[in-house]
């Protein structure tokens, strides 16, 4: 089993930087693929970006060049670094851990991004 604590969202003006930490209670070394997902109101929830054990990233078009997954294997803690933030990026973020054929996630953090 995977806890997933996140943490780092807030509000910010359009075109400001968030930088979003996923914290695990286990080593992520082991872990197949990370990553973080957004659900805005009244919207499905959606991939943000992944990465993989082996660091291998992967986004959706529309945060792509603005916002970097990235890992830290010693502090168990996944980040995602928002630049260039617009109003459409408001929504709750949730972090994602795909470990042993079962899915976990976090309890999400909200990001408003205000115009």
């Known amino acids: 089993q995977v806890q997933l604590v996140e943490s780092g969202g807030g509000l910010v003006q359009a075109g400001g930087s968030l930088r979003l930490s996923c914290a695990a209670s286990?080593?992520?070394?082991?872990?197949?693929?990370m990553g973080w997902y957004r659900q805005a109101p009244g919207k499905q929830r959606e991939l943000v970006a992944t990465?993989?054990?082996?660091?291998?990233?992967n986004y959706t078009d529309s945060v792509k060049g603005r916002f970097t997954i990235s890992r830290d294997n010693v502090k168990n803690t996944v980040y995602l670094q928002m630049n260039s933030l617009k109003p459409e990026d408001t929504a709750v973020y949730y972090c994602?851990?795909?470990?042993?054929?079962?899915?976990?996630w976090g309890q999400g953090t909200q990001v408003t991004v205000s115009s």
């Open positions: 994602n851990a795909d470990y042993y054929y079962n899915s976990y």
């Open positions: 990465i993989t054990r082996s660091s291998t990233t």
């Open positions: 286990r080593s992520i070394v082991v872990i197949n693929t």
